[in-house]
DNA sequence: TTGAATGATTAGATTAAGCAAATATATAAA
DNA sequence: TTTATATATTTGCTTAATCTAATCATTCAA
C-alpha cells in the first residue's frame, strides 16, 4: 500500500499547486520513469482511486482524493510531533514523516494529534488536513509581492525543503516572525527587509516566492 | 529491507528461545509457506547475513545477529515509547512497534531513547539491546517454578502478547508487582497468589509459566 | 495542412516476495 | 536394512513495482 499511497499524495499536491495531473509530472515526482507511473494510475483506476482515460489529463476520485488528505494529516501531523515533542529541526522531519505516514494505526495518529493539542499546521505552515481528508485552503501571499513599507507575519513556508529551511535557520527566519519591508531593488527584485535583532537583511527574489506571509 | 528485517529478527528470536533455526520453523513464525522461507534465506545468505547450508540447521551470521539484534532495539524502544510518552496499554503496541521498527532514522530511535531517560526494557520486561544490537541476558525464573510461601517480583512476559496482556490487565498484576504464592494445587499446578490488595487470586499453569519473577 | 516535438502507450524484461505441487533427503522406527 | 515420516528443495507460476526501447497520439508552428 505505501507505494499507491505516495502516488496519491504526490497526485494531490500536484492538484493543490494547481496544476494539472501528466503523467510525465507525476512521474517526476515520483522519481521514475513514465512507463512506471503509466502502468501505477491504470492500477488506482481498478481500484477506484484515480480517473484514468487514455491521453486525457489524470483525476483523483472523491475517494482517491480523500485517501490522498488523509496520508497528508499523517505525514503532517507526524512532522508536527517530530518537531514539537521529540526536538527535531523543521529541516529533518519530512524524510522521517514520509515513512510514518504509511503506519496504519489512526490511534498512533490520534496520540500525537492530541498530544500537540490538535495544532492546525505543520512546522512548515502546510495546514493538516482533517480526519476525513478535507483541507482547509490558507491563502497565504508570497513575500514576493509585497511592497517596501509594508509590515508582513511569516505564516509558511512554500515548497519547503532542506536547502532552503537551513538558509531560513541561518537568517533566524521562523514561522511567526514579523517581517518589515525596507527596500525592493528593481533590478533582481531582492528585498532588504528587517526584524527581530536584524535591522537590515538582503532577501534575494528566490527566497521570497516562497516565503508566504500575512500582511499586519 | 523490512522484509528481510523482518526474517532476520524471527530468526534472532527463535535462537534466544534457544531452539535451532529450521526452515518449517521459521515459516511459522513469519506467516509464510517453507519454499518462500527457503528462497529469502538463499537470499540472506548472499547478502552475507545468514549461513545456509542444503539440509543443515540455519545460523545467522555476526553481521546477520547485529542486524537482527539493531531491529530488536528498535522495536522494543518504540514499544516503550508508546506506552511511556503516548499512552498506550502495553497490549496494543507490538504492532505498531513491528512498523515503527522499520524506519531507517537512527535519531528518531536516539531521541525516543532519550525521551524515555534510557530505559533497560520494553513494556513487558524484555530487555532492549545496545546500539550494536547485543543483548544483556537476563536470567528470570517462571512463577511457575516457584514454591508454596515464596514471595517475588513480577519483572517480565514471556511470549506477551495480547490476549495474555489483556488478562493480566484485568487482574491488575503489572511489572513490578510483588507476588506472595499461598498455596499450589498439585492436580493441576495453578496457584493462588496475593498481591496489592487482591489477597486470594487463583492463576492457571498456563498463565504462570509466562511470568517471569524475581525472588524478593 | 503537414511536420516536429512533446507526451503517452505498449511490449518485453527484471527483481522481490509470495504460492502450490512434485521431488528429494535425512532420520527415526520397524 | 528397509521403510515411513518429517523436513527441505526444486520447479514453475503469480503479482507488484520497476526499467528500456519502440511505437503511437496530440498539438502547435510553419
Ligand atoms: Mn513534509
Ligand atoms: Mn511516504
Ligand atoms: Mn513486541
Ligand atoms: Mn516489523
Redesign the interface.
Same mark, same amino acid.
Given at each position: 500500500m505505501k507505494t499507491k499511497e505516495n502516488y496519491l499524495k504526490a497526485m494531490y499536491m500536484i492538484v493543490q499547486e494547481g496544476k494539472s495531473i501528466s503523467l510525465s509530472l507525476l512521474s517526476e515526482k515520483m522519481g521514475v520513469s513514465i512507463p512506471t507511473a503509466n502502468s501505477m494510475v491504470k492500477r488506482l483506476d481498478d481500484m477506484g482511486l484515480v480517473k484514468y482515460r487514455k491521453y486525457k489529463p489524470l483525476e483523483l476520485t472523491p475517494k482517491g482524493k480523500k485517501a490522498a488528505g488523509r496520508i497528508l494529516r499523517k505525514h503532517r501531523i507526524a512532522e508536527m510531533y517530530?518537531v514539537e515533542?521529540?526536538?527535531?529541526s523543521w529541516e !529533518?522531519v519530512h524524510? @522521517?514523516a514520509e !515513512? @510514518?505516514e504509511? @503506519?496504519?494505526?489512526e *490511534?498512533?495518529f490520534d *496520540?500525537?494529534d492530541e498530544?500537540l493539542g490538535f495544532p492546525e499546521t505543520d512546522p512548515h505552515g502546510s495546514p493538516i488536513p482533517d480526519k476525513n481528508g478535507n483541507m482547509s485552503s490558507t491563502c497565504y501571499a508570497k513575500l514576493a509581492d509585497m511592497e517596501s513599507g509594508q509590515t508582513v507575519r511569516l505564516c509558511a513556508i512554500h515548497k519547503s525543503d532542506a536547502p532552503l529551511l537551513k538558509f531560513l535557520n541561518q537568517k533566524e527566519l521562523k514561522l511567526g516572525t514579523i517581517i518589515k519591508i525596507l527596500h525592493i531593488e528593481p533590478f533582481d527584485k531582492s528585498m532588504t527587509v528587517s526584524y527581530d535583532d536584524f535591522s537590515e537583511v538582503v532577501l534575494s527574489n528566490d527566497v521570497c516566492v516562497r516565503l508566504l506571509v500575512e500582511v499586519c
Amino acid at each position: 500500500m505505501k507505494t499507491k499511497e505516495n502516488y496519491l499524495k504526490a497526485m494531490y499536491m500536484i492538484v493543490q499547486e494547481g496544476k494539472s495531473i501528466s503523467l510525465s509530472l507525476l512521474s517526476e515526482k515520483m522519481g521514475v520513469s513514465i512507463p512506471t507511473a503509466n502502468s501505477m494510475v491504470k492500477r488506482l483506476d481498478d481500484m477506484g482511486l484515480v480517473k484514468y482515460r487514455k491521453y486525457k489529463p489524470l483525476e483523483l476520485t472523491p475517494k482517491g482524493k480523500k485517501a490522498a488528505g488523509r496520508i497528508l494529516r499523517k505525514h503532517r501531523i507526524a512532522e508536527m510531533y517530530l518537531v514539537e515533542q521529540l526536538g527535531f529541526s523543521w529541516e !529533518e522531519v519530512h524524510d @522521517i514523516a514520509e !515513512e @510514518i505516514e504509511h @503506519i496504519p494505526s489512526e *490511534k498512533l495518529f490520534d *496520540k500525537m494529534d492530541e498530544a500537540l493539542g490538535f495544532p492546525e499546521t505543520d512546522p512548515h505552515g502546510s495546514p493538516i488536513p482533517d480526519k476525513n481528508g478535507n483541507m482547509s485552503s490558507t491563502c497565504y501571499a508570497k513575500l514576493a509581492d509585497m511592497e517596501s513599507g509594508q509590515t508582513v507575519r511569516l505564516c509558511a513556508i512554500h515548497k519547503s525543503d532542506a536547502p532552503l529551511l537551513k538558509f531560513l535557520n541561518q537568517k533566524e527566519l521562523k514561522l511567526g516572525t514579523i517581517i518589515k519591508i525596507l527596500h525592493i531593488e528593481p533590478f533582481d527584485k531582492s528585498m532588504t527587509v528587517s526584524y527581530d535583532d536584524f535591522s537590515e537583511v538582503v532577501l534575494s527574489n528566490d527566497v521570497c516566492v516562497r516565503l508566504l506571509v500575512e500582511v499586519c
